[in-house]
């Protein structure tokens, strides 16, 4: 839809370049232990962040209904950071760094923190390509639904800018690398920008669960039972993935050959664009002249058809 720009593609790779050096610099710096320490509060940060999320929606569910997505959000935000940001500080007071260290010990604890200074910053830049290329999808979604509209794509210049930003890292011979080391097909960014687009719309989830490929979903019983459950519903509320997983019964069902056979044979993508298209306008009631007793002989007045057929079973 939009070519590449090659100097944003350079820019993007010297600044993945410079940043990896700069994560294995100081994995280097901080030794061994504190740079393992490092991945283990991030990680800490993450699941931290997703139980308070989980946790907060279930408190402002007694005063909201349903709780505002972006309340849990920032919870899970000042979480995490006050997880990631305490665990550091304690971790850079009780061990040393490589330079207190002498002879051998020095060079093996550098070298193990080098290492996980690069799994360190491994995990930071692929979260952004990932957010990269989920952008971009979400922005050529953006651009095809102003197409649809009759308007030029320059009307939505930050669209604009993102796909390009997609194009961009994708392009030249890192980006075909890029795409084969990247654990995520396509279609996985392409289906969640979609499902984002489905749960901001009423109308568009209510057309989700009305398409043909979720009802077949829906005969399974089994299913059906796990939707009704009240914990259920009180998890997938939350939007939370490890609020969600977490429920015993989802867990149960996940060991259900029924189940995983249907969700399987579950066309995701069908079901998203069946939410996603339009419907499209009802034709107005076709108009027809009758003319008004009271009205000049050039005065002509205009109904609906359905009023015609009635003005006139009022005159016969």
């Not at 649809?148 to 669209?159: M, V």
């Not at 009802?215 to 939007?239: C, M, R, T, W």
């Not at 027809?288 to 015609?308: G, I, K, M, R």
Request: charged letters at 15%; a positive charge.
């Amino acid at each position: 839809m939009l070519s590449p720009s090659p100097q944003w593609h350079y820019w993007l790779f010297f600044t993945a370049v410079a940043w990896l050096l700069f994560a294995v610099w100081r994995g280097w710096r901080f030794g061994l232990i504190r740079s393992l320490l490092r991945v283990v509060i991030l990680i800490a940060a993450w699941v931290g962040a997703s139980m308070a999320a989980a946790y907060a929606t279930q408190q402002f569910a007694a005063f909201f209904n349903p709780p505002p997505p972006f309340l849990s959000k920032i919870v899970a935000t000042f979480a995490g950071i006050v997880i990631y940001m305490t665990g550091s500080f304690l971790a850079g007071l009780l061990f040393k760094r490589t330079a207190h260290y002498r002879g051998i010990v020095r060079w093996i604890l550098g070298f193990g923190g080098a290492f996980f200074g690069l799994f360190y910053g491994l995990i930071f830049l692929w979260g952004g390509i990932a957010l990269i290329r989920g952008l971009g999808t979400l922005g050529e979604r953006r651009l095809m639904e102003a197409r649809a509209d009759g308007l030029p794509i320059s009307s939505d210049p930050t669209a604009c800018n993102m796909v390009r930003l997609k194009a961009s890292l994708e392009w030249g011979v890192t980006g075909h690398l890029l795409l084969k080391l990247d654990p995520f097909s396509p279609a996985f960014y392409e289906n969640g920008t979609k499902a984002t687009l489905v749960m901001k719309d009423r109308q568009a989830l209510s057309r989700f669960f009305a398409s043909p490929s979720t009802q077949k979903l829906f005969q399974h019983s089994s299913i059906v039972a796990l939707i009704n459950d009240s914990e259920v519903q009180k998890a997938l509320s939350s939007g939370n993935i490890l609020a969600i997983s977490q429920v015993k019964k989802i867990q149960q069902a996940f060991h259900d050959p029924e189940v995983i056979q249907a969700l399987k044979s579950f066309d995701l993508k069908g079901a998203l664009d069946y939410a996603l298209k339009k419907p499209e306008p009802k034709p107005s009631p076709a108009l027809l002249p009758v003319t008004s007793s009271q009205a000049s002989d050039t005065e002509t007045l205009t109904y609906p058809q359905e009023e015609v057929q009635e003005i006139q079973e009022i005159r016969n």
